[in-house]
């Protein structure tokens, strides 16, 4: 079964300073990697994904992702953070057992930037 | 257009009611998800449309109904829920067949049960 892991509930940063978020993930075959952002009692917006190739993907808002194979991570990065980023992030990936029509989600992380 | 509609935003409802949350999308997308999302909890797959025929049911108790009537519209009807039923229901879309597409989440329905 495919999972993903946030290892970390809660991240705090300084505004202006780069930020990381972690992600772990287990799955059978390729993965289909996904970030999303949910601002407060709002839907999930899509940040960026990978797919296959270039292992640094960049997304939305100045977001980027880099994918290690060997550590199966997708940490999602942002050079310097904005006080607008704090929200909540969920890394998501494609459960290839139903079809690929389901996403299982990490419990995600809180990410505090602080000015 | 990249835009899920959900309606409505907010709903309070008691146990004896019947009520029906609306989704639409017009991306063409023909793979439709109910997610349900408690608080400071990843969303939780409730049901998946696959060219407007349910794919999956995630075991959900039979007091929730999806329904799928075309391709761009998604309701769910809610009847006799539970107060634990209060969440926030998300709908999202993609497109159908391809494990590399990304979903678009609409804004939710924040439910109260009472």
Not at chain 1, 3 to 13: G, K, L, Y
Not at chain 2, 69 to 93: F, G, I, K, R
Not at chain 2, 97 to 103: D, F, P, Q, T, Y
Request: overall charge positive; hydrophobic content about 35%.
């Amino acid at each position: 079964a495919q999972s993903v892991a946030q290892p970390e509930d809660q991240v705090n940063v300084a505004e202006g300073n780069p930020l990381t978020v972690k992600c772990t993930y287990s799955v059978s075959g390729n993965p289909y990697l996904f970030w999303y952002v949910q601002y407060p009692n709002r839907g999930l917006q899509f940040l960026l994904k990978y797919i296959t190739g270039d292992n640094l993907v960049k997304g939305s808002y100045g977001f980027e992702a880099e994918f290690n194979k060997s550590q199966t991570s997708f940490h999602l990065k942002k050079p310097s953070a904005l006080v607008s980023d704090s929200a909540l992030y969920f890394c998501a990936v494609r459960d290839m057992g139903n079809y690929g029509q389901n996403f299982v989600f990490g419990p995600g992380t809180r990410l505090s930037v602080l000015p | 257009d990249t835009e899920v509609t959900q309606t409505p935003k907010h709903l309070v409802m008691g146990m004896t009611n019947k009520k029906s949350l609306k989704c639409e999308q017009h991306m063409g997308h023909r793979a439709m998800y109910w997610y349900k999302q408690k608080a400071k909890k990843p969303p939780e797959l409730m049901f998946v449309y696959s060219y407007e025929k349910l794919s999956i049911n995630e075991s959900v108790p039979s007091r929730f109904s999806p329904e799928c009537p075309n391709s761009s519209l998604l309701n769910l009807h809610l009847h006799a829920l539970q107060p634990e039923d209060s969440a926030l229901y998300l709908c999202a879309s993609s497109l159908a067949g391809r494990g590399s597409a990304e979903a678009f989440f609409g804004q939710g329905t924040r439910l109260t049960v009472v």
